[in-house]
């Protein structure tokens, strides 16, 4: 079943024909992630894009001093990797961390490119895919600029309904780029 979930999510950019979704599926293995696992640790190497099957992960990094800010969650059926490292052949400069029992599919950086060269169109796949993730960032660095805290975590609360109640308080913070204490005061005022 998680590979049917794969194939639908490519689908809706492009149209497969059964040699390559037979290739394409020839290029991903299953991995089972326990709640707190680590997929990625910054300076290792980033040789993996993974496909969210089952569960939720998130992506981080440390400042000098050890203080974590969130970059992303990724869901069921959403793509995650340090995109800028898995890319350009470099060490891992965040972490991806499970935030419960998960399932992904992950493809090598080396078949990817395999897949992209062999099959042309699955390029329009990976265009959308960062279009898709561009625009995400851009409104997410928009709303930083220009939001309250209030207003980034009501707008959390709608993008992620279903793991709001599975993260820390601290994870939440270091993605709204607030302290765990001012969105105490935050979540104090909405009751």
């Known amino acids: 079943m998680p590979f049917a979930n794969l194939l639908k999510n490519i689908q809706k950019h492009v149209n497969l024909n059964a040699e390559e979704e037979a290739y394409l599926l020839s290029l991903f293995s299953e991995k089972a992630v326990d709640k707190k696992e680590m997929l990625l640790h910054e300076g290792q190497p980033c040789h993996y894009f993974y496909f969210v099957y089952k569960g939720a992960l998130r992506s981080y990094c440390l400042d000098k001093q050890g203080k974590e800010s969130t970059i992303m969650f990724a869901l ?22 499970a935030l419960q029992d998960s399932v ?9 490119d395999n897949l992209l060269l062999k099959y042309p169109k699955f390029e329009k796949w990976f265009r959308v895919l960062m279009q898709n993730a561009y625009t995400r960032e851009q409104l997410r660095v928009i709303d930083n600029l220009t ?9 959390f609360l709608a993008k992620y309904p279903l793991i709001v109640n599975e993260i820390t308080q601290k994870q939440l913070a270091s993605y709204l780029g607030i302290t765990p204490e001012f969105l105490s005061v935050i979540r104090k005022n909405k009751l």
């Open 76 to 97: 069921q059926n959403w793509w995650i990797t340090d995109m800028f490292c898995f890319l350009n052949d470099k060490p891992a400069i965040m972490f991806i961390e």
């Open 104 to 112: 992904v599919l992950q493809i090598h950086k080396k078949s990817l």
């Open 147 to 155: 939001l309250s805290a209030e207003e980034k975590y009501d707008k």
